[in-house]
T-cell receptor, first 117, second 113 residues
Framework: GAVVSQHPSWVICKSGTSVKIECRSLDFQATTMFWYRQFPKQSLMLMATSNEGSKATYEQGVEKDKFLINHASLTLSTLTVTSAHPEDSSFYIC?????????????FGPGTRLLVL | GESVGLHLPTLSVQEGDNSIINCAYSNSASDYFIWYKQESGKGPQFIIDIRSNMDKRQGQRVTVLLNKTVKHLSLQIAATQPGDSAVYFCAENLSGSARQLTFGSGTQLTVLP
C-alpha cells in the first residue's frame, strides 16, 4: 500500500514554543491530506483537511491560528502548533488520500507524539 | 489533555480462534467504510474496505460484513494470531466532496496464548 511518513516521531518542547510536524506521501501524490489528534484510549479526532494550493478547512472547535497548516506541494503537508501549551500534548496523526482505481483510501502516517512541558 | 479515562471496548480471544469486532455507524448516507488496525504508539493501518453497494468483502484472513438496514459493520478475523492484538477502528466516509472519515470509538483486541 501507499506509504505516508511523519517527522518527527516524537517531540518534547517548552510551553510557549512552536512545533512543526511534517507529513509526506512517499510514493503517491496527495492533493488532500488530513490531520488528526488522538488522546490516550480515545479515537482519532479530525482537526483539519489540508488542500494542496489552498487554505485548510478546520473542524469546529479547532483554532486555525493555533494549528497552522501548509500544503505547499502534492507530497508534503505541515502542521505547526503555535505557542504550545501542556494541553496540546497529544498524538498527532496525518493521513493522505490515494485515489487508487475506483477507490479512495486514506493511508496514515506513524504519528507524532508531542509533549509540552 | 482531554482524556477523561475512557475505556475502549475490549475483546479477548484465544489464539487460533476467530474474532468478530462490531461497529455501529451513524450516518445512513455513508457509502464507504474502512477498518483500520492501530498498534500501540503507531498510526492506523488499513485492513479492508467495503462500499455500500456490497454486503460482504473478503481479504486475507479478514472479512468485512455490512448491514445497511441496521447500520452495522463487522470485521471477522480468522485464526487470530498474537500479532493481531491491537485497537481496531471502523471508519465511515460520508458521500460528498470532502470525503472525510469519521472514526468509531475502537475496540481493543487481545489475543491470549
Amino acid at each position: 500500500g501507499a506509504v505516508v511518513s511523519q517527522h518527527p516521531s516524537w517531540v518534547i518542547c517548552k510551553s510557549g514554543t512552536s512545533v512543526k510536524i511534517e507529513c509526506r506521501s512517499l510514493d503517491f501524490q496527495a492533493t488532500t491530506m488530513f490531520w488528526y489528534r488522538q488522546f490516550p484510549k480515545q479515537s482519532l479526532m479530525l482537526m483539519a483537511t489540508s488542500n494542496e494550493g489552498s487554505k485548510a478547512t478546520y473542524e469546529q472547535g479547532v483554532e486555525k491560528d493555533k494549528f497552522l497548516i501548509n500544503h505547499a506541494s502534492l507530497t508534503l503537508s505541515t502542521l505547526t502548533v503555535t505557542s504550545a501549551h501542556p494541553e496540546d500534548s497529544s498524538f498527532y496523526i496525518c493521513s493522505a488520500r490515494d485515489w487508487g482505481g475506483n477507490r479512495e483510501t486514506q493511508y496514515f502516517g506513524p504519528g507524532t507524539r508531542l509533549l509540552v512541558l | 489533555g482531554e482524556s477523561v479515562g475512557l475505556h475502549l471496548p475490549t475483546l479477548s480471544v484465544q489464539e487460533g480462534d476467530n474474532s468478530i469486532i462490531n461497529c455501529a455507524y451513524s450516518n445512513s448516507a455513508s457509502d464507504y467504510f474502512i477498518w483500520y488496525k492501530q498498534e500501540s504508539g503507531k498510526g492506523p493501518q488499513f485492513i479492508i474496505d467495503i462500499r455500500s453497494n456490497m454486503d460482504k468483502r473478503q481479504g486475507q484472513r479478514v472479512t468485512v460484513l455490512l448491514n445497511k438496514t441496521v447500520k452495522h459493520l463487522s470485521l471477522q478475523i480468522a485464526a487470530t494470531q498474537p500479532g493481531d492484538s491491537a485497537v481496531y477502528f471502523c471508519a465511515e466516509n460520508l458521500s460528498g466532496s470532502a470525503r472525510q472519515l469519521t472514526f468509531g470509538s475502537g475496540t481493543q483486541l487481545t489475543v491470549l496464548p
